[in-house]
């Protein structure tokens, strides 16, 4: 169930830009990446504890839905968020 509230929560924020041309090939991507942004981030709430000065980065990034769903729209974020997870193993 938390799946579909995350998805919801993504296409809440992305529809607007999507609507004008979105196919559901995109959209699949959309989803997989956005399946991609949620496990990081459980990744890197769980070692949240541990990550002293970015643990404030990650609680921000990672603690809820809809900062999950902002994540999901930049590419670019994956890396971020396995960055702080590395930060932290190191």
């Known amino acids: 169930m938390k799946g579909k509230t ?51 980065y990650i609680i921000g990034g990672c603690a809820t839905e809809q900062a999950i769903a902002k994540l999901a729209l930049d590419p670019s974020s994956l890396e971020w968020v396995r960055g702080l997870i590395a930060g932290v193993a190191q």
């Open 6 to 56: 995350l998805m919801a929560a993504v296409l809440a924020v992305a529809a607007p830009p999507l609507l004008g041309g979105c196919d559901p090939a995109q959209l699949a991507r959309i989803e997989s990446y956005q399946q991609k942004i949620a496990a990081a981030c459980n990744m890197a709430m769980t070692v949240a504890p541990l990550a002293g000065p970015v643990a404030p």
